[in-house]
């Protein structure tokens, strides 16, 4: 049995654990620059702020009502190995998926005992790091390779990741992971930003688009 | 009075979970406010001064005191606290409560079922916690002051 621990709206719990200002309030962290929403408070949900929107494209009733917040990488780097951490009390098997979600497996624990542990892990991470985690134990009834096997990938990849679904198909026989590491030169390379205000200016493009470029090459293999 | 109404707590960035080890000799006699016996100068062990104050990284962060409302229990203008957020808020521990939207140090104390957030200096009076809305946010476990002359 594996349980995927995901952490509650994760940049912006992070937040808050140092800020109690930021309790029952619509809070919302920005990506670089400023650009975008890229994680929300519930009270931010509920306002109607979607995922990835916009910041000059907000309303100005809610910028005014919402706390909005520039990422703090650093910040959400330590909460997410305090999470981990904590998380290895009750497991030997912690695999971090990203920065808040992982699998902790619980093979070999006695299932009666699983659901009282998903709790007691809940409230030990919430006291011990302040961040909130949402704890799944009952993965649609999937303990073996050979059940994972005979799943139905669309359901994996919905529940889980497009990952998840191609290792599916590879345990059914069908090459679906491609080896793409150094050895194939790499298709883009991508630089981006969102321009902090409206621009209006050509001026003001061009200098971006010859200071992103420059990036880009530096990057370039 | 003081300039500062309470004694509140600033997270200091980040306490390192994991760090490199600083090892200092550990010199066996206690430092007694006396005469100093040279017989005792002789190294018993290695000390590694963050694995002494940090029993649980997950859990354990630092913060700066603000205020001087906590002097009685040692805690100072400017000190760094060694906060552990596992351990229990039990009565007479010295505590970060969020209070008012605030980081706030004090002791937890008890009188018959009602719980106070006590001061450790005369110019300021208990809060009662009854009816207010606070929540513990770490046990203060060390703190770390410096003395005159000590390198910034």
């Known amino acids: 049995m594996i349980a995927l621990v995901d952490c509650n709206n994760f940049y912006v719990s992070c937040e808050r654990v140092f800020d109690p200002r930021l309790e029952g309030r619509p809070v919302g962290v920005l990506s670089n620059n400023d650009g975008c929403v890229i994680a929300r408070s519930n009270e931010l949900k509920a306002l109607g702020v979607e995922m990835g929107a916009a910041l000059h494209l907000l309303s100005p009733a809610i910028r005014r009502r919402a706390v909005l917040l520039s990422s703090n990488y650093a910040l959400y780097g330590d909460m997410s190995k305090r999470v981990i951490q904590t998380l290895a009390e009750f497991s030997p098997h912690v695999e971090l998926y990203s920065i808040d979600e992982s699998f902790v497996g619980f093979q070999g624990f006695d299932p009666v005992t699983l659901e009282a542990r998903g709790h007691r892990l809940r409230q030990t991470v919430r006291r011990w790091t302040g961040i909130p985690v949402s704890v799944g134990l009952a993965l649609m009834g999937i303990d073996t390779v050979w059940q994972l096997r005979e799943a139905d990938p669309k359901r994996i990849r919905r529940a889980f990741s497009v990952v998840m679904e191609r290792i599916v198909w590879e345990l059914r026989g069908y090459p679906a992971i491609t080896l793409d590491d150094m050895s194939a030169p790499r298709q883009q390379i991508m630089v981006s930003r969102s321009f902090g205000r409206q621009t209006y200016e050509l001026i003001d493009l061009r200098e971006a688009v010859r200071q992103h470029a420059a990036r880009a090459a530096s990057a370039a293999p | ?152």
């Open chain 2, 1 to 152: 009075m003081s300039i500062l109404p309470q004694t509140t707590a600033t997270p200091l960035g980040r306490a390192e979970t994991v760090t490199a080890r600083h090892h200092q000799p550990l010199f066996s006699s206690r430092v007694r406010a006396g005469f100093p016996s040279p017989a005792d100068d002789h190294l018993d062990a290695d000390i590694d001064l963050h694995a002494h104050v940090v029993k649980r990284p997950a859990a354990t962060f630092f913060v700066r005191a603000e205020g001087d409302s906590m002097q009685g229990e040692g805690v100072h203008h400017g000190d760094l606290l060694v906060v552990d957020r596992s351990l229990e808020a039990l009565p007479g521990r010295v505590v970060i409560v969020a209070l008012d939207g605030e980081l706030t140090v004090k002791r937890l104390e008890r009188v018959g079922q009602r719980f106070y957030l006590a001061a450790a200096n005369p110019h300021y009076r208990s809060i009662p916690l009854e009816g207010r809305e606070a929540h513990v946010w770490g046990v203060v476990t060390h703190v770390v002051h410096a003395l005159p002359g000590a390198p910034a």
